[in-house]
């Protein structure tokens, strides 16, 4: 949706709200303004003020092309001579770029968890950076046994650029905490890493195309790397297919997985969850099964 400072017919929206006058010198009511108007669906901006097209003049139209007939003498020895106007220069065709080529480079080079944010947020390639608010890197301990993948950020983590917020954050928080894993564990041993396939927020919150899920690959897997977790788990259907190439959470989830030598388990999202809380009993499940694992037994 596209959005105006003034509604139909030239109505103020944002003065009528009580907070016009703020706007100009308080940069937190102004963040709230455009808040308040990205709830209502607008993401982009492009006047001050609405534009009635209806009321712009009739463009105007190329003037009709001559029969030869009608043409002028001179006009038709230069017809007749076959002369012809300058054709217009033709551009040379861009240049392509390999961005998965150009991700596996860039993900080489980074050698911290810091160098490979910086990375990331200057991959130009991915399109999805244009449309997002914040790069939702990581949160957590790094070096934690446990990193959990979700498939991208929604829009309260596009907002706080952090992964894993809101009402399933706290889910997510409270289902580890109760096995003795959080992301705020001072010690690595007791520490939860967490992360997204794609660190930015999908156009429309839709579900991520395989082409961005490709392109941010290389990234995923140097992060993986430099997290170093002895167990990933993978929250969702992107997250898995990312990872394994399988598809099929509700069927998988609780059977381990591997990936690059470290043990993969399948979850069911908690956004999943609070839509279904009778799968929390399988969730329960995958918590035991994942704390049998770190104390050193099968499951």
């Not at 400072?5 to 940069?27: E, F, N, S, V, Y």
């Not at 470290?262 to 999943?272: C, E, F, K, N, Y």
């Amino acid at each position: 949706m596209i959005g105006a400072l003034r509604g139909r017919g030239g109505q103020p929206t944002l003065c009528g709200m009580g907070i016009g006058q703020d706007i100009l010198a308080d940069w937190h009511a102004s963040q709230a303004a455009l808040l308040w108007q990205v709830d209502l669906g607008i993401d982009d901006w492009l006047l001050d003020d609405p534009l009635n097209r209806y009321d712009l003049p009739e463009a105007v139209k190329p003037a009709p092309m001559l029969a030869p007939d009608s043409l002028s003498a001179p006009a038709a020895r230069e017809a007749a001579s076959g002369r012809r106007a300058t054709a217009p220069a033709v551009l040379p065709e861009a240049v392509k770029v390999d961005a998965v080529a150009e991700a596996k480079v860039m993900a080489a080079r980074a050698t911290t968890l810091d160098a490979l944010r910086a990375a990331m947020a200057g991959f130009e390639p991915c399109e999805l950076r244009r449309g997002a608010r914040n790069m939702v890197f990581g949160d957590g301990v790094p070096g934690a046994r446990v990193m959990v993948l979700g498939e991208a950020p929604g829009p309260e983590e596009d907002r706080e650029g952090r992964p894993f917020v809101g009402r399933a954050g706290a889910l997510l928080d409270d289902m580890f905490e109760a096995i003795g894993l959080s992301r705020r564990a001072e010690a690595a041993r007791a520490g939860l890493y967490l992360a997204h396939v794609l660190p930015w927020r999908c156009l429309g919150n839709g579900a991520p195309m395989a082409e961005d899920v490709a392109m941010m690959r290389p990234f995923l897997e140097r992060h993986i790397e430099l997290v170093a977790p002895e167990v990933i788990v993978v929250m969702g259907n992107t997250p898995l297919s990312a990872l394994t190439g399988l598809q099929g959470i509700a069927r998988l989830r609780g059977q381990w997985q591997a990936f690059a030598g470290r043990a993969v388990l399948p979850m069911i999202h908690p956004d999943t969850l609070l839509r279904l809380p009778i799968a929390k009993r399988e969730a329960w499940d995958d918590l035991l099964a994942l704390e049998a694992r770190l104390a050193g037994g099968q499951r």
